[in-house]
């Protein structure tokens, strides 16, 4: 929907200046208006891209009529019309149809407790006049970012670490979470690769006063107590499919064109089908296509939106093109591409850009409803069988790339070590042979997230598994959908993290999510079944693309692979014991056995190039 920016200083008055210069760092987040607000010390800026009442009116920052209260504020609050009876009859009266009026109107007459009643996603700042206090807060799932900074200076935020660069903060690596970075693919929890850069943690409620210097930070969602207190789901394969429903509807309200990214799998076709079974019109599909690589599904894509008289729109991103969107997509997430397919989204989410302003997707549906492959190892029968077959099959045999990967993972004897690294591609004897060093094998975070997992779920490493990603993997994907649709301004909804499905499912025993090898039983047994069977029975591939050959293929990524042992980075923190140019000609002497830790490395060191020596970005769309 939007960007937000601002700060707070400790001793000299606010700076429109400096303000503006955050607020265009994130243009690409909200082009359609820019707002600013300055009181003494406190600035708050904001950017606009326009969905819900298109008209200025509902243009931000939005002031209370009494002129105590001011918030800027970045997402959607999907069943805000819900609310206007309750505030109408308390004597509050509305000059626009956006959710930002509402919200406001909520948190003057409730206070923070009404985050428990928002069906959204969301990132906000809320000052009041008359306590001096400034509160920022994160929807529960962490789908809309927020950054901030502690300085000598006072405080400072934006919804991406580039706009707080804008405002004078100093950008640097910091080499304590360079391990974490390069095993885990993603800084946890509250940290990030920027020095001195901190992200409010999903579902978190931060609050200043006197001046920024004092702080108190709570947690006004937990999953695992929203689970606990959920109550019984008398049928839940039907309850899953209207609640399921009922979000898609909810994610269709905008005052522009939607549509949905389609990978052909099960997760976002069953969007599309939940679209049209309601009768929404005009609808348009949005696929990434790999011809000739054997895991395209643009053919499945394609059908199904034409069997459903969807309007389908594939496109492909070679050569120059890919290269080009691989750097782009660097400069507008700010921190390393770890997921590898950001490049295509960005490229897509332009071309979409042409027709819609808002995508729906899919994502999130594996981390809720259990659909990835690499859960079943941690059945409890399954994983001791596989201990001792790895342990019995030389790696000469092992000729799927999937395979050896699994013997890695296997040889983690410590059944916390495996549950914490299940989403890696790199794994202890990797690290081992690359001769490097690791004090982030276990990052506190993510301990801190499986002690609670147990504590919901004893002895049930399915899902306790679960909960860890809910908690980890999925923040980078939602950081990932975010930042890279948003460079192009579009907004990213994604109808499986409705807090009722999420919390939902969590109360769920493990009959609903996994039996006899299947997976995702909540979706397979509801909407599932009116599913044709090309995607019913369809084998889960996952958006990937085939790095080895384009690093290898490609004259510019060649040449920085050649190079990329110059790299400053390669000096720091643990990556200083690496021995670069070893690492590099043992990829080249086998691109696919090598790929998982090589794409850690090569895409770091190209964020390094692009964000600390390209100084000349310029915004995407201006």
Not at 524 to 533: A, E, H, I, Q, R
Request: charged share 25%; glycine share 8%; aromatic share 12%.
């Amino acid at each position: 929907m939007c960007g937000i920016v601002g700060f707070w200083q400790h001793h000299e008055p606010a700076s429109l200046g400096r303000l503006k210069n955050m607020s265009d760092a994130i243009y690409h987040r909200g082009p359609d208006a820019e707002g600013s607000f300055l009181e003494g010390k406190l600035a708050l800026g904001h950017r606009r891209l326009s969905i819900l009442d298109l008209s200025e009116h509902a243009n931000q920052p939005f002031h209370s009529p009494c002129g105590n209260y001011t918030l800027v504020y970045n997402g959607e609050i999907f069943n805000f019309q819900d609310f206007y009876p309750e505030l109408k009859a308390k004597g509050y009266s509305f000059n626009t149809t956006s959710d930002t009026e509402v919200l406001l109107f909520l948190l003057m007459e409730y206070g923070f407790e009404v985050l428990e009643k928002l069906n959204g996603f969301f990132a906000f700042a809320f000052w009041d006049k008359g306590k001096q206090t400034l509160s920022l807060a994160r929807d529960r799932f962490g789908v809309k970012p927020l950054f901030y900074h502690f300085g000598k200076e006072g405080f400072s935020f934006s919804s991406e670490p580039k706009g707080i660069f804008a405002g004078g903060v100093s950008k640097a690596v910091d080499p304590d979470h360079l391990d974490e970075l390069f095993i885990y693919r993603y800084v946890s929890g509250e940290n990030t690769i920027f020095r001195g850069i901190k992200r409010l943690l999903p579902g978190h409620l931060m609050t200043l006063s006197t001046n920024a210097e004092q702080v108190k930070t709570k947690r006004w969602f937990h999953l695992a107590d929203a689970a606990r207190n959920f109550g019984s789901i008398s049928k839940p394969y039907e309850w899953f499919e209207e609640t399921f429903n009922d979000s898609v509807r909810l994610r269709m309200i905008a005052d522009v064109p939607v549509g949905t990214l389609l990978s052909g799998g099960l997760d976002s076709s069953g969007i599309v089908l939940s679209q049209a079974s309601q009768g929404f019109k005009d609808l348009s599909s949005w696929n990434v296509m790999f011809k000739g690589y054997e895991h395209d599904e643009s053919h499945i894509a394609k059908r199904f939106s034409e069997e459903l008289g969807v309007n389908y729109n594939g496109h492909e991103f070679l050569g120059t093109e890919q290269v080009e969107l691989t750097k782009k997509a660097i400069q507008i997430n700010d921190e390393p591409l770890m997921h590898f397919t950001d490049n295509v989204l960005l490229g897509l989410s332009l071309k979409a850009k042409k027709k819609v302003t808002v995508l729906l997707t899919g994502e999130g549906a594996d981390e809720v409803l259990g659909g990835y492959v690499r859960y079943k190892v941690h059945d409890g029968a399954m994983r001791y069988r596989l201990l001792e077959l790895m342990n019995l099959v030389p790696d000469r045999f092992l000729k799927q790339d999937r395979l050896k990967k699994l013997k890695r993972y296997m040889s983690l004897r410590n059944p916390d070590a495996q549950m914490i690294m299940n989403a890696n591609e790199v794994y202890l004897s990797d690290i081992k042979r690359l001769g490097i060093l690791s004090s982030s094998l276990m990052p506190q975070y993510r301990v801190d997230v499986l002690e609670e997992a147990k504590a919901l779920y004893p002895k049930n490493r399915y899902r306790q598994l679960l909960y860890l990603e809910q908690h980890s993997h999925l923040h980078s994907l939602n950081d990932k959908n975010d930042r890279t649709t948003m460079g192009a301004s579009i907004e990213c909804r994604e109808p499986y993290l409705d807090y009722r499905l999420v919390t939902g499912a969590a109360s769920l025993p493990d009959q609903y999510f996994e039996s006899k090898g299947k997976g995702k039983l909540l979706a397979m047994n509801s909407f599932g079944k009116k599913m044709p069977d090309y995607i019913r029975e369809h084998r889960k591939i996952g958006l990937s693309m085939p790095w080895d050959q384009y690093i290898v293929d490609n004259p510019e990524l060649r040449d920085h692979l050649e190079n990329m042992h110059q790299s400053p980075l390669f000096e720091m923190g643990f990556l200083a014991h690496l021995d670069i140019k070893k690492a590099i000609d043992s990829f080249k002497a086998n691109p696919r056995e090598n790929l998982g830790w090589m794409k850690q490395l090569f895409f770091t060191s190209l964020w390094y190039r692009e964000i600390f020596e390209n100084q000349k970005v310029q915004p995407l769309n201006r």
